[in-house]
Nanobody, 127 residues
Framework: QVQLVESGGGLVQAGGSLRLSCVAS????????MGWFRQAPGKEREFVAA????????RYADSVKGRFTISRDNAKNTVYLQMNSLKPDDSAVYYC????????????????????WGQGTQVTVSS
């Protein structure tokens, strides 16, 4: 069982930045592919960014490419989402997700690929 705890959300003005963190339990974090997803009120959960277990590969949604950066620190069992140039449309609950995988270089962009989810952290961007 993997437990994920997100933090770092909050209220920020448009153009501002936030860094989300997600700490995972377990001793095999380096074997987890990790992803960030978000869900706004009345909308479906959508993919934001993901990294392979090795950290060597990443993928981003077109809507955040060039503004968001996903990274991981395996020594701290933590994955980060640095969000810059935030827009009101980025407002949502952000979730991190983990996929314990044997494919160290694979990036997963679909929610059903992930076995474990955090409780979410709210990000609100004011105009």
């Amino acid at each position: 069982q993997v437990q994920l705890v997100e933090s770092g959300g909050g209220l920020v003005q448009a153009g501002g930045s936030l860094r989300l963190s997600c700490v995972a339990s377990g001793r095999t974090f380096s074997s987890y592919a990790m992803g960030w997803f978000r869900q706004a009120p009345g909308k479906e959960r959508e993919f934001v960014a993901a990294t392979s277990a090795s950290g060597s590969n990443t993928r981003y949604a077109d809507s955040v490419k060039g503004r968001f950066t996903i990274s991981r620190d395996n020594a701290k069992n933590t994955v980060y989402l640095q969000m810059n140039s935030l827009k009101p449309d980025d407002s949502a609950v952000y979730y991190c997700a983990a996929n314990p995988t044997r494919n160290s270089g694979t990036v997963y962009v679909k929610a059903p690929s992930y076995n474990y989810w955090g409780q979410g952290t709210q990000v609100t961007v004011s105009s």
